[in-house]
């Protein structure tokens, strides 16, 4: 199993909650969910109960139909499971919960028994159509997990030394020269195409053939889309999710519906975009009308960039419909020959990146004046009493004309400011420049 940061998040909660709340691990499938709880229940408990509602038969999933005789339920767990319960020694998993609605409504009643400690795990658990039917137990409280980011694809490769180090490097503003910042790029670039789905690392690890771990990915989308198709039979929520590369590479200011659903527009389908969000393989930034501290405050809800939660899963999907052969994207990327209408993969990173450290995507564009086009900033993350702005760049630049505006623009809001490119870390007058696998310390 991989190292994984959740973990912690796991320990923390064993520790202060005490039997008192459940946890739900919220994920995309294949973030390794099953894996993480289940190798936490072997080294914390004294013994677990793993129920996988995607594989219990009808029997087990309906004893939660009537749980008015828990110790009934829980003889009727260990014989069936072949495992022995200890009362505040023990945990009970259900896995892909959202399967069995009826398990996880009665949470609220198992803790307030405090026989033994609950995990629930799920994917797209979040949809209405899902929770419809049920009262949502207080008492569980929840964990996002997500991808590995580059530190844990790190640990994966046995390099435990290297995110520290870069710390280090970020907070003195130390410049590492440019020979090591080519090799360190080239390293995350590599993270960029495999991507932190523990079964792509995995095959990568095993196989160092990237046309292995591209069938991996492939089989994961596969996945994902068999997921939006028995939520949205017409196919809407596939369609806007297969659009995602394309809709990036046009450098417009929001994803345009309209291109990929005739006759639809942002408004009309806010709850599909709820539900990509929910689902966890998607993350979505909203446009800040007013920057400021409060940034979810003055967004447009009609107005949002899409990005793939797994950049190397945006690889993938880039090329869906073509064999890894006509992949540009592994050949160009890895030799640093990325053209520039495929900078998006470093946009989608970026937001993968910051999405890991806990901050919400914001961007926010405005006119220039005398022009038909837009300054934009790509992200901004709030920063005390003060928002940073932060522009990608995905090849050499010699200006940031975005950056300098906005810090005129909102002067007195305005903190630390950040481009994230490709070259060394330096500071360019108020600008810090920034190398793209330093992004995590923004």
């Known amino acids: 199993m991989f190292k994984r940061k959740i973990y912690q998040a796991l320990l923390d909660w064993k520790a202060q909650s005490n039997g008192r709340t459940a946890l739900l691990v ?17 080294k914390e408990y004294r013994s677990y109960i793993l129920i996988d509602f995607a594989e219990a038969p009808r029997d087990v999933r309906e004893l939660f139909d009537d749980i008015s005789d828990l ?7 260990q014989l069936r499971y072949a495992a022995r319960l200890f009362e505040r020694e023990s945990l009970i998993i259900f896995d892909e919960v959202q399967l069995c609605p009826s398990a996880r409504q009665v949470i609220k009643k198992l803790v307030k028994d405090g026989r033994y400690d ?88 095993q196989t160092n053939n990237l046309m292995d771990v591209d069938t991996v990915k492939r089989t994961i989308i596969d996945l994902y889309e068999e997921d939006f198709h028995k939520i949205s039979p017409s196919g ?24 990929v659903l005739a006759n639809y527009r942002a408004k009309d389908i806010l709850e599909e975009i709820a539900q990509l969000r929910d689902s966890k393989t998607v993350l ?31 690889v993938t999907l880039a090329f869906k419909d073509a064999s890894f052969t006509d992949n540009i994207v592994y050949k160009k990327l890895l030799s640093d020959q990325l053209s ?24 926010h564009t405005w006119p220039k004046d005398g022009a038909n086009r837009n300054y934009e900033i790509d992200f901004i993350v709030p920063d005390g009493k003060k928002i940073c702005p932060i522009e990608v760049k995905s090849s050499n630049y010699r200006t940031h004309a975005s950056l300098d505006d906005f810090a005129i623009k ?19 007058g108020a600008i810090t420049c920034v190398p793209t696998y330093m992004t995590c310390f923004l």
């Open 26 to 42: 919220e994920g995309a499938r294949r973030v390794g969910k099953s894996t993480v709880v289940e190798e936490f229940a072997k």
């Open 71 to 77: 110790s009934y339920l829980f003889l009727q767990l």
């Open 118 to 205: 609950y995990i629930e795990t799920g994917s797209l658990i979040s949809i209405r159509k899902n929770t419809q039917d049920i009262l949502i137990p207080s008492e569980e409280q929840r964990v996002q997990m997500r991808p590995m980011d580059y530190e844990e694809f790190t640990w994966a490769r046995g390099d435990n030394s290297t995110v520290p180090l870069l710390r280090e490097a970020f907070n003195s503003r130390t410049p590492l020269g440019d020979q090591l910042n080519r090799k360190l790029m080239r390293d995350f670039r590599l993270y960029m195409l495999v991507g932190g789905m523990p079964q792509a690392v995995e095959a990568y690890l």
């Open 236 to 259: 809407m929520l596939s369609m806007l999710f297969d659009a995602i590369p394309a809709q990036l590479a046009k450098k417009s200011s929001r994803y345009q519906v309209s291109s």
């Open 284 to 314: 979505v930034s909203y446009h800040v009308d007013d920057p400021n501290i409060g940034l979810s405050s003055s967004i447009d809800l009609e107005k949002f960039k899409l990005y793939l939660a797994d950049t190397g899963l945006f």
């Open 340 to 363: 520039a209408n495929l900078g998006m993969l470093y946009e989608n990173v970026v937001a993968q990146e910051l999405t890991s450290q806990g901050k919400g995507l914001f961007y």
């Open 410 to 428: 909102f002067h007195s809001r305005v903190g630390k400011q950040y481009l994230v490119h490709t070259k060394d870390l330096r500071k360019d």
